[in-house]
């Protein structure tokens, strides 16, 4: 079956007032599931992984985006060991867009791939601030 979502790993830990109804939490509420707990997924390497036609099973939807991390934080200190195969990942489907949304951005520069430059042409970042003292 194909997907435009992936999660590689799973699991957060809230980190400001903007968690506090997280979605993530409220799910895994409902199956009894420990949402500080983060784990790889069984799908980590989705990207890679072809169907029998040997075309990719994650392909982008609309406007070409892949939602990427949607259970957890991308740039969660906790997915620093699997990040870097991640970023392997994506820079191999350069053929979709990676969106994910990040609530640490002030790790993004801890977190980039030695060879990012200015940037993959295949990758959103986005970052929430609630409020001005997230902001600053
Ligand atoms: S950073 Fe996002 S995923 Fe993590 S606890 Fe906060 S709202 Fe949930």
């Known amino acids: 079956m194909k ?4 999660n590689p790993w ?9 968690c506090l109804n ?4 409220r799910t895994d509420a409902k199956h009894d599931k420990d949402s500080t707990a983060v784990n790889k997924t069984s799908t980590f390497d989705l990207p890679l992984k072809k169907d029998r036609k040997g075309e990719y099973r994650l392909q982008p939807g609309r406007d070409n985006v892949i939602f990427t991390c949607f259970t957890s934080d991308f740039l969660h200190e906790a997915a620093d060991e699997w ?4 970023w392997r990942m994506i820079k191999t489907r350069s053929d979709a867009d990676f ?5 640490r951005i002030h790790r993004f520069a801890d977190c980039i791939p030695e060879d ?3 940037g993959y042409n295949n990758v959103t970042v986005c ?4 409020n001005q003292e997230r902001a600053d």
């Open 22 to 25: 997280c979605y993530v939490y």
């Open 99 to 103: 969106l994910f949304i990040t609530k």
């Open 10 to 18: 799973h699991g957060c830990t809230k980190i400001s007032a903007g």
């Open 116 to 118: 990012w430059g200015d």
């Open 3 to 6: 997907t435009s979502l992936w």
């Open 83 to 86: 990040r870097t195969e991640a």
């Open 127 to 130: 970052c929430t601030v609630e």
